[in-house]
């Protein structure tokens, strides 16, 4: 059993930064790969990025790429999403999920977060 609970989300100007992290319990927490996703209202929750259990694997949505990072410190049960250069679209709410490899696809993410409301005047 993997539990995750999301921080640090907000309201933030334009141009600002944001940095997200999602505390995990349970011992199996170094094994798994985590995500990071979001959900805008009335559109689909949609990939933003992950991260392999070793870090070496960093998949990012074309929308974020060169604007946010993903990190997980494995000795803290945590994972990061940095996120620079903030822009109105990157309102929603964010979530992050474990799954046991590294992916894109939604699907195979097994357990979630209740997610953090991130929000970005303009």
């Known amino acids: 059993q993997v539990q995750l609970v999301e921080s640090g989300g907000g309201l933030v100007q334009a141009g600002g930064s944001l940095r997200l992290s999602c505390a995990a319990s349970?011992?199996?927490?170094?094994?798994?790969?985590m995500g990071w996703f979001r959900q805008a209202p009335g559109k689909e929750r949609e990939f933003v990025a992950a991260i392999s259990w070793s870090s070496l694997t960093t998949p990012y949505s074309d929308s974020v790429k060169g604007r946010f990072t993903i990190s997980r410190d494995n000795a803290k049960n945590t994972v990061y999403l940095q996120m620079n250069s903030l822009k109105s679209e990157d309102t929603a709410v964010y979530y992050c999920?474990?799954?046991?490899?590294?992916?894109?696809?939604?699907?195979?993410?097994?357990?979630w977060g209740q997610g953090t409301q991130v929000t970005v005047s303009s």
């Open positions: 999920a474990a799954a046991y490899t590294v992916t894109v696809v939604i699907s195979q993410y097994d357990y």
């Open positions: 349970g011992r199996a927490f170094s094994r798994h790969a």
